[in-house]
């Protein structure tokens, strides 16, 4: 019995674990890289042709000043969805950053579905 038990909490925990929504974490994930400093990580997160955009604008210089404006706020708090819009293999996600320092701040990511997968499309 006790067998069992712990197979159905595995199976649970995996059908959780699932739950979410993709794009929300492509765009909590990207902005948590950037803080950090993970320039490549972050860039992992953007689709090709973001990244081809990326390269003509001054490659990784450009994120690193992202990065510095997440440091010259104190960082970020936390990352608030305030508005979702997917359709089909787009997505328009618009967020809110809470900084450390008290200030915030909205913005918003487009989408793509690339190979499969979520990727940031500006």
Same mark, same amino acid.
């Given at each position: 019995?006790? @067998? ?8 649970? =925990? =995996? ?21 950090? @400093? ?8 953007? =689709? ?12 990784? =210089? ?36 809470? /900084?450390?320092? @008290? ?5 918003? /990511? ?13």
């Amino acid at each position: 019995m006790r @067998g069992m038990f712990f197979v159905v909490i595995l199976i649970v =925990s =995996s059908m959780l674990s699932g739950c979410g929504n993709d794009q929300d974490k492509i765009v909590t994930n990207y902005c948590k890289a950037l803080e950090a @400093g993970k320039l490549d990580d972050a860039v992992s997160y953007l =689709s090709k042709s973001a990244r081809q955009e990326l390269e003509k604008a001054g490659g990784k =210089s450009l994120l690193t000043s992202a990065a510095d404006v997440f440091k010259q706020r104190k960082g970020i708090k936390k990352i608030t969805i305030s508005k979702r819009d997917v359709k089909g293999d787009t997505a328009m996600i618009m967020f809110v950053y809470n /900084f450390k320092d @008290g200030t915030t701040s909205s913005d918003f /990511f487009p989408l793509v579905k690339e190979d499969g997968k979520w990727k940031i499309s500006k």
